[in-house]
């Protein structure tokens, strides 16, 4: 992944160096860092494909960082840790992390798994529609071109659902089943069609040069989805 940008937090010398070099030579960009302060300031600076975060440093710990992180960055996490309890710790609650290593690893590895996150993280929204597209997982809502998508919550779902995979063609029945699958009975076909009316509506309201159904398009018969 030639110039894709990592940023390594690692306070122990041989292994950040380590780890560098090899991810260096893999065709990453990688800068190491030694303290969560000196992490804080290359991420104003920067922006990186991922993050590689110790558990341990000198100014504090990498789960507190990054749920410190999360609250206003997405860019994904690969923890380093020593210990089974701290493993639990990722695994268990919801700091964000998005993979993790134990010591000792190889450096082959960690850089393995950083593709396989990268890959993950870019998949899902093809460049495109990420201008015009923008969903915020942790305040629910999604902007359009830069302004607010007027959603109640089951719009927001049904939006972000479609925004997620262009291209898609999504059911009645599968709208239902992702975004609310405790009422499986209800009047699939007039409730989808009504909250896809307005979420148009409320995108048209964004830009009145857009043709609302033109972006949130109808497969005939089949469902709905978004223009790629
Ligand atoms: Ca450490």
């Not at 997405?74 to 998005?98: M, N, Q, W, Y």
């Not at 870019?122 to 902007?143: G, L, S």
């Amino acid at each position: 992944m030639p110039g894709k940008k990592i940023l390594v937090v690692e306070d122990e010398p041989s292994i950040a160096e380590t780890l560098v070099h090899v991810l260096n030579e893999q065709g990453f960009e990688a800068i190491r860092v030694a303290t969560i302060l000196e992490a804080r300031e290359a991420l104003k600076i920067n922006v990186f494909s991922a993050i590689v975060l110790d558990v341990g440093l000198p100014d504090g710990n990498g789960f507190d960082f990054c749920k410190e992180l999360r609250k206003t960055n997405e860019t994904p996490v690969l923890f380093l840790t020593a210990r089974s309890d701290e493993v639990d710790k990722i695994v268990g609650l919801e700091i964000g992390a998005d993979d993790y290593v134990t010591k000792p690893f190889s450096p082959r590895e960690v850089s393995a798994r950083l593709k396989a996150i990268i890959k993950r993280v870019q998949e899902p929204i093809p460049v495109n529609q990420d201008i015009h597209f923008k969903v915020d997982e942790e305040k629910k809502r999604i902007t359009y071109k830069g302004k607010l998508v007027e959603t109640r919550p089951i719009e927001y779902e049904i939006l972000k659902l479609l925004v997620k995979r262009p291209g898609r063609v999504f059911s009645r029945e599968e709208i239902i089943e992702f975004c609310w699958p405790d009422e499986p009975n209800m009047d699939s076909n007039r409730t989808v069609d009504t909250h896809i009316k307005t979420i148009r509506k409320n995108i048209g309201a964004i830009d009145p040069n857009t043709d609302p159904k033109s972006i949130l398009k109808t497969s005939s018969k089949v469902g709905f989805y978004l223009s790629e």
